[in-house]
């Protein structure tokens, strides 16, 4: 029975996990449309995934190269531009390598120096470069002013599992196993005055003890019939 109940927990658990998902990646340059005006806005779940990808040059000769830098800021930094308390996540100082950033939307990271993000609440990405090697590190205006920021808002209903509500008639058994209580007899008058006329009362005449097989029958019929609902509720999911 303990077998069953192992391999019964583990399908649920599997039932109610969710797989995060790999969103659409975003181009840090300051060419991308998203990143413009007031910067672009996403709303994500625990567990997804998004790649930061630096801006390729593939010719050398016809192309000037991009230069930016990712920061995570606090939501002053970003309505401000200021990245001067900022943490930076990507340099992206080789523009004719592939380069990116993987964010893991974790609530908890392995990590110390990993990203971790609460449900409900933003978090703030600018670059205040200025696409020139020479303002890599500019950490105030830049790009930011022209839209290169992100918002990122992680969804408060996150890996939420909602109850499955269990109409089997097994659900409505109640079981009462506790023992009946024995009356006791009433002791006899030290007189010699008899019993009191509680003893003689057909309310108060002896019960036999419950019996202990019975009982453990119940308990075992409910297990079974609990068991035997879930694995219905898992194979209609």
């Avoid at 630096?54 to 000037?64: E, G, I, V």
């Avoid at 470069?129 to 790009?143: A, F, I, P, Q």
Wanted: hydrophobic share 35%; glycine share 8%; proline share 8%.
């Amino acid at each position: 029975m303990y077998g069953a109940v192992l391999v019964l927990m583990l399908a649920v658990g599997a039932a109610g996990s969710r797989l995060g998902a790999m969103l659409e990646p975003i181009y840090w340059n300051s060419s991308n449309p998203l990143l413009s005006g007031w910067g672009y806005s996403i709303t994500v779940e625990l567990d997804d995934k998004v790649d930061i990808v630096c801006p390729r040059a593939f010719n050398r000769s016809r192309q000037d190269p991009q230069y930016n830098t990712l920061y995570q800021v606090q939501e002053e930094g970003y309505v401000h531009c200021d990245a001067s308390q900022g943490k930076m996540l990507l340099r992206c100082d080789k523009p004719f390598q592939d380069n990116r950033f993987t964010m893991l939307f974790q609530e908890f990271s392995p990590s110390p120096f990993g990203l971790e993000f609460k449900p409900g609440r933003d978090y703030y990405y600018i670059s205040t470069s200025t696409s020139e090697l020479g303002g890599l590190d500019n950490k105030v205006g830049g790009n930011c002013r022209n839209g290169m920021r992100l918002k990122i808002t992680v969804n408060q209903q996150t890996n939420i599992i909602p109850p499955v509500e269990n109409t089997s008639e097994s659900s409505h058994y109640v079981v009462d196993l506790t023992p009946n209580s024995i009356p006791r007899e009433d002791t006899p008058d030290p007189g010699g005055g008899g019993s009191s006329t509680q003893a003689n009362s057909p309310n108060n005449e002896l019960l036999p003890p419950p019996d202990a097989s019975a009982g453990t029958r119940l308990r075992l019929h409910v297990t079974a019939a609990a068991i035997f609902t879930s694995v219905q509720l898992i194979l209609c999911l």
